[in-house]
């Protein structure tokens, strides 16, 4: 027995959730990638290069930076797979107590950008699907 699909949600209805939840998104993972900048260029890394260090933990956000720069709902899927590295290196860094401000504003960060970008995802497609006119 097949199901039935469900209606999709009226574009009116979609539009506002679709702009916000970029917005959010978007904010998120420029805020994170400011973070880990700035913490990579004040902490002491024992000895690394930090130009290394950085490269490392920047390659993963550079790699769907293009894609959520220009709003792709695929580019969004992929960013709620990546950004899961970095809320696991907020809590690990959360729970050293000379990284726990660092820890917590990674984790936090990290978690809306997976929360946005997922409903950006699902709306995003649910409105492009509605303007080539499906029911």
């Not at 950085?54 to 792709?72: D, E, K």
């Not at 899927?77 to 970095?86: G, H, K, Q, R, S």
């Not at 050293?96 to 997922?118: E, H, K, M, N």
């Amino acid at each position: 027995m097949a199901r039935k699909p469900k209606p999709l949600p009226s574009t009116d209805w979609l539009a506002p959730r679709v702009k916000a939840s970029r917005a959010i998104s978007l904010f998120c993972f420029l805020l994170l990638a400011v973070i880990v900048i700035g913490w990579n260029l004040i902490a002491d890394l024992h000895g690394a290069r930090t130009w290394v260090v950085l490269s490392i933990q920047l390659v993963p956000l550079l790699l769907v930076a293009p894609g959520i720069l220009s709003g792709s709902p695929r580019a969004h899927a992929w960013t709620c797979f990546i950004v899961n590295l970095y809320f696991i290196q907020g809590v690990l860094a959360a729970i050293d107590p000379s990284r726990t401000a660092y820890g917590w504003a990674q984790s936090i960060v990290s978690f809306v950008l997976f929360c946005a970008a997922l409903m950006y995802t699902r709306w995003g497609y649910q409105y492009q699907r509605r303007l080539a006119g499906e029911a």
